[in-house]
């Protein structure tokens, strides 16, 4: 479990005068590497397949080093081949699922009529993207069969973001490597991070704050690696933070971008969104220039919001319920 790093969730507790500070957080598997053969069972080919299935996303690290020192298992380095080799592995997985959801499209089109018929036209065209060779993401999916590709819950349909761990020299501008992998990747729409696993080893070591930040500027970056990944996960699965914010604590809340403001309230207490009444709503921006809850009401600037309100990123929000 990875704590997200959010200075928005500091100001808050600061101008809260909160005693405590409770940050949200987003859960990365570390899952063993995969070789050729591994959809047919090669390596630990099954327990990488099942684990995979159960992420909601997909960080992929791909080594963009040159270090004699540190072997790679295929003897070069060749960033765009090692995604292939994984990529090969979870369409064939893919493929073999399709073809199950096929069979089963084409009897019930037998007796059913052009929605069925539809169907199997567009698993079809999908198995055939697959057998390109081709991960089913970068697929154009048409509007009506959105639900329906969503329930096939394929492995390459899986949102992803590409890590390229880098030497400490390429971090910032990237190297050869990397530009021969981004121009293998550039239809697929994903975001591309550069990080090294050596300044993040660094990093790690130091054992206060200033010191970690005094490292970082030094490098030559804005924050650590890490944090990048980890907001990236976070905006991948479609999350956003709304946050609670008194003298006892002030806390971050994790919920699906365009829940409503009941939903959001039931991530706090069941009973939350059973007896919801109403929220009261204040943007962070707006907390912060007034600098506490009783000076933006003061000001008339807290908004009071009903069931259909659609909850914002940032929002700083109290709810009002009755069970």
């Known amino acids: 479990m990875i704590?997200?790093?959010?200075?928005?969730?500091?100001?808050?507790?600061d101008l809260a005068k909160s005693e405590k500070l409770v940050p949200t957080t987003v859960e990365i598997l570390d899952i063993a590497g995969l070789i050729k053969g591994a959809s047919k069972g090669e390596g630990l080919g099954n327990q990488f397949l099942a684990n995979i299935r159960e992420v909601d996303a997909i960080l992929h690290v791909v080594r963009c080093f040159d270090d004699d020192n540190v072997v790679h298992v295929d003897g070069s380095i060749d960033p765009v081949r090692d995604k292939e080799i994984v990529d090969t592995e979870l369409i064939l997985k893919d493929l073999e699922t399709v073809e199950k959801i096929l069979d089963k499209a084409r009897k019930q089109a037998k007796t059913g009529g052009k929605e069925e018929l539809a169907i199997v036209d567009f698993v079809q065209n999908l198995m055939s993207h697959l057998e390109g060779d081709v991960p089913a993401r970068t697929f154009e999916i048409p509007e009506a069969m959105e639900i329906f590709y969503r329930d096939m819950y394929l492995l390459t349909q899986k949102p992803i973001v590409y890590v390229c761990n880098v030497d400490e020299d390429s971090v910032i501008k990237g190297n050869a490597h990397v530009d021969i992998f981004k121009e293998s990747v550039k239809l697929e729409n994903a975001e591309i991070l550069l990080i090294s696993a050596g300044i993040e080893a660094d990093i790690a070591e130091l054992e206060t704050v200033e010191e970690r930040l005094e490292f970082v500027e030094e490098m030559g970056l804005e924050e650590p690696g890490v944090n990048r990944l980890i907001q990236s996960s976070y905006k991948l699965l479609n999350l956003i933070t709304y946050f609670t914010a008194g003298p006892k604590e002030a806390r971050a809340w994790t919920i699906k971008e365009g829940t409503k403001a009941p939903e959001a309230a039931g991530e706090i207490h069941t009973d939350f969104e059973?007896?919801?009444?109403?929220?009261?709503?204040?943007?962070?921006?707006?907390?912060?220039?007034?600098?506490?809850e009783a000076a933006?009401?003061?000001?008339?600037?807290?908004?009071?919001?009903?069931?259909?309100?659609?909850?914002?990123?940032?929002?700083?929000?109290?709810?009002?319920?009755?069970?």
């Open 296 to 323: 933006v009401k003061e000001a008339g600037k807290m908004g009071v919001e009903g069931k259909e309100y659609v909850v914002k990123d940032g929002d700083v929000m109290h709810f009002r319920f009755n069970v």
């Open 3 to 13: 704590t997200v790093p959010d200075p928005r969730l500091e100001m808050l507790a």
């Open 274 to 292: 059973k007896g919801f009444i109403r929220a009261e709503v204040i943007p962070y921006d707006t907390f912060v220039e007034y600098g506490s």
